[in-house]
């Protein structure tokens, strides 16, 4: 093959991979055909030839490295708004153009919505929320509705555009969908301030790109909707798990709650029918003595029963809210429940001190009262034999909360004691007056309000100081 | 140690239901010394003869220990685990009269080597001659190694 037949081969696989016209090319062949001797006139011909190709190939490589470096980059980002807002500036970068937006198709399929846009006219367009009907009067949505891409060479002749007052340098335009498994999600525009800037080749490199960014961005979706899915299981879990444990602890405390009563109901009830039994006997004795201490054993049980059927009544009420919750000053409710207790207060002597700056909180006021008058009553009753009785009320802000104290110089709490104290009908003395309902009443009225307690004592004859929490007042 | 063929020892909080056990016992002629202590605390002080039981003579190793499990401070479970890891309070027969009915505390008790569990009947006639049985089981039918 002589070297003349091997460049038209090439020229003309050139013009077939081309698709363009090729006029020039043509004309050099026609050139060719004559057999004439080259003349200098022909080489120049061909040079400019050369150089026009050249050229060609040379912006067409840019632009698909420029593509390839947009769909490599586009990728690598998994959070879909910071996606589209790094595409826009990309492109706009590489090909240097005057405006890229991208559009994503709302959930109805109604608007395409601008998600980025470049430079200021992309920030003020955003701000005003910008979007288009997806209909076929503007470029966008045409696009999007028929899933092509389209050139206005000239936006002044185009129908379908409107004119943008946030971009009035704008001269050619391009729209391109942006295709993802069959699915056209939205659309990007990129524009110039250089009339018919875009060409069908443009089209291909641009398109290719936008099919990557689309997919990108559909990943991108799918990477955050599986994060977030994942997000909402671990806490829907999380929820579930401390449900099961606020479940486990209530289902305990129910268990100790019917231990306890069947215990404590069914006590004084033996006492009744054993000395019903004793009493059978000793009248039939006639032992006038024991016929006495009979009938007091039998009414003391009587009056034992009943006072634990109105304790465990009371308790049973407290679930369901006697007030609602109000704001309250602390000190009000304080100053109530010490005129309620004042009388134990006095007689044993009790130096009362209550701090200054105590907050508000929201909480059911005689609730509130009950839990003062139940502590201050408690504390002052467990004074042994302190000779200078004292009770502080005061309040402590911690991290998250306020922590308010009952603090006495009485006997104190062993620590292995310190839990059992709350227990119902617990009473660490027997011989000390009182059903043990007083703490487990406090413990629950705390509990029903959000909070929390527990008692802190360095032991016996240490002074016991007992703690809760309630929610602060907004 | 001595013992005193017929020491009872009562652990039991409630003074009504330890004067109903005692009476019974009594009425039956079986135990002739009952000792009875409130709590649990109580009860290790006499068994191993200290604070107000301090002197081996004032109190004698009983037969048996009638154990009340509802106690204040040191439950009556406590107890029964402290007697029975006592390397020579352990021998001793445990006895748990007890108003409880609960699985767990029959289990635990039964885990913790108790050597019997009774109820306390509400029936005035039953709790007496389960007094009457227990007594009659444990002081004349039953036999120790030390007695």
Known sequence: ?474 | MPTEPNTILLVEDNPAHAEIVIRSFQDHHVANNIIHVLDGEAALDYLLHRGQFTGVENSPRPRVILLDLRLPKVSGLQLLQEIKTHETLSSIPVVILTTSEAERDLALAYANHVNSYLVKPVDFAKFSQLIDDLGIYWLDWNRQPWS
């Not at chain 1, 997919?215 to 999380?238: D, G, M, S, V």
Request: glycine share 6%; hydrophobic share 40%; aromatic share 6%.
């Open chain 1, 1 to 474: 093959m002589s070297h003349n037949q091997k460049l038209r081969k090439r020229m003309i696989r050139y013009r077939k991979a081309n698709g363009q016209p090729a006029a020039t090319c043509a004309a050099w062949l026609a050139v060719r055909r004559t057999k004439r001797k080259k003349t200098p006139h022909d080489y120049t011909q061909l040079e400019e030839i050369v150089t026009q190709r050249t050229a060609a190939l040379s912006t067409a490589n840019r632009q698909l490295q420029a593509a390839s470096k947009v769909s490599t980059i586009a990728i690598t980002i998994l959070e879909p708004e910071n996606l589209v807002r790094q595409v826009v500036n990309l492109i706009q970068e590489q090909f240097n153009f005057y405006y890229v937006g991208l559009f994503l198709a709302d959930r109805n399929r109604q608007y395409a919505v601008l998600h980025a846009g470049t430079g200021p006219a992309g920030a003020a367009m955003l701000r005003a929320q910008h979007k288009l009907p997806i209909a076929d009067n503007s470029m966008i949505g045409w696009c999007i509705n028929h899933a092509q891409a389209r050139i206005a060479l000239d936006v002044e002749l185009e129908s379908t555009r409107f004119a943008n007052p946030y971009l009035p340098e704008t001269r050619s335009e391009m729209a391109l969908p942006l295709i993802t498994r069959g699915q056209t999600i939205g659309a990007l525009t990129v524009q110039s301030t250089q009339n018919a800037a875009f060409s069908e080749q443009d089209i291909a490199v641009l398109q290719s790109m936008s099919d990557h960014v689309a997919t990108a961005i559909t990943n991108a979706r799918l990477y955050e909707a599986t994060n977030t899915e994942l997000a909402e299981r671990k806490r829907i879990e999380q929820e579930r798990e401390a449900l099961i444990r606020e479940l486990e602890t209530k289902n305990a405390e129910l268990e100790r709650f019917t231990y306890t009563v069947s215990h404590d109901l069914k006590s004084p009830l033996i006492t009744i029918k054993g000395f019903l039994g004793f009493l059978e006997r000793d009248a039939v004795k006639n032992d006038q003595e024991r016929l006495k201490s009979d009938i007091n054993h039998i009414t003391y049980a009587v009056d034992t029963m009943q006072k634990h059927l109105k304790d465990l009544l009371d308790l049973s009420q407290i679930g369901q809210r006697r007030n609602r919750p109000e704001p309250v000053p602390l000190v009000d409710v304080i100053d109530d429940a010490v005129s309620l207790v004042s009388a134990r207060l006095t007689a044993r002597h009790v130096h009362l001190e209550v701090a200054p700056d105590l907050p508000i909180v929201v909480a059911d006021r005689s609730r509130l009262r009950e839990v003062f008058e139940n502590l201050l009553s408690n504390a002052a009753k467990f004074m042994g034999d302190q000779p200078y009785p004292h009770i502080e009320i005061g309040a402590r802000q911690d991290d998250q909360e306020t922590i308010f104290y009952v603090r006495d110089n009485g006997i104190g709490i062993e620590a292995q004691y310190q839990e059992l104290v709350f227990g119902l009908f617990e009473k660490l003395d027997p011989t000390v007056e009182g059903s043990g309902i007083g703490l487990a009443l406090v413990k629950r009225i705390i509990e029903t309000h959000g909070g929390r307690i527990w008692v802190d004592s360095e032991g016996h004859g240490r002074g016991s100081t007992f703690y809760f929490t309630l929610p602060a007042a907004k």
